[in-house]
């Protein structure tokens, strides 16, 4: 039985996801419902207490919120008993395969009291067992804006608040942006935690948001069109906030692309790189690729850790963070999509993935932080065989202040490298072209077990 409204209780058990959205004292304290006694079974606090210990802040919200319902509990003239078992460690190892939502079930039917969550499948499992329950149903429409969109402009590209210093913020537009203070406000480390509560709040409310990471010194949340990233000690000095919100968004057809590049893009390419500076416009134009193969009825798929890309819906987006890279290969072998967006590529696993991805014979665009160009490739020298360079890379596109700034062609031949003149010794030797006048930059070889990168003159 799911009771959708009831005025009073007589004996209820909540459990972790009702405790943790605060929405038991909300609920008691608007005078929405009635309780005579809330029984909190040891399992519960043990979760939170382990969740804080980790300095998680599902953790801190749900002891909070354990607090405001002891104060409630005087005013309001209810009593709050602790009953159960604290969990073993069978319990603490599987409570995300719900163990410890077993238990708490096991004790609301003991009690013969009405189980109360916000966990649709906990209330489901608990109508079948012939539990009562009450499943708290988020309202369709709500307010669900952000503190900290306050701080928030529509030239702010991010915003960067820490505990002890004024609010800061970038402001303009991918590579032409000033870092500039917007508050002569200190902010406290309350401040930043209250911030951080309302941040997580509101992510578990909107259907549109989700964790990417929570760890014990960082959490990185995708909150509708935010990628926001909270930061804790021991990790950090202090309590540090950063939101990112695009600025700009743009269609393909907005950049100043040749038709032989534009047929590169989106026919020809075997093995896409976007490179670029930090900040500089690579995740915005690898969007609008993303738009234009699917304007052009191509099936598309993402690998982002996190999720940051802006995307439609119909795109699947695959996050590196909740599973191995050999389970995302064996999903994207098997789905076999036209395109793949690698958003980024950073570390060895990664780059691996990625080379893997491309012998396999699949489209994969993938986005790297390089300074220059010749840099980004110079990045997989060293992590394959250079023979296979050319296998994996075709085309480099480099990003800069929100433009492409140029492109590089990749290519093998067998002869002598040009650092070599005087002898007639061949080897197998990658060639750097400049796309748009096909004339040879830099050549790459080996030379023992070093790789060898040459600039050639252009005089």
Known sequence: MVIDKCEFFEKVVPDTSIIIEGLLSNMIDSSKIEVKTIIIHEAVLAELESQANKNKETGYLGLEEIQKLRVLSDKNKFKIEYKGSRPGDFEIKFAKAGEIDSIIRELALKENAILMTADIVQSKVAEAKGIPVFLYKFPEEQNFMMLIEKYFTKETMSIHLKEGCTPMAKIGKPGECVYK???EDILSKEDLQNLSKDIIAKTKLRPDSFFELDRKGSTILQVQEFRIVIVRPPFSDGYEIMAVKPVKFMNFEDYNISSNLSKKLLN??????IAGEPGHGKSTFVQSLAVKYLEMGLNVKTIESPRDLNVPSNITQYNLAHASTQEVQDIMILSNPDHILFDEIRTNEEFKLFIDLRLS?????????????IDAIQRFVGRTNL???NSILDTVVFIENGEINKVLSISMQVKVPSGMIASNFTLPVILIRDFATNKIEY???????ESIIVPISSE
């Open 443 to 449: 050549e790459i070889y080996m030379q023992g077990d």
């Open 268 to 273: 020809d390419s075997k093995g896409l790189l």
């Open 181 to 183: 203070k917007i508050s």
């Open 387 to 389: 023979g296979t360079i």
């Open 361 to 373: 014979g699949l489209e994969v665009l993938g986005v790297i932080h390089a300074n220059k160009p």
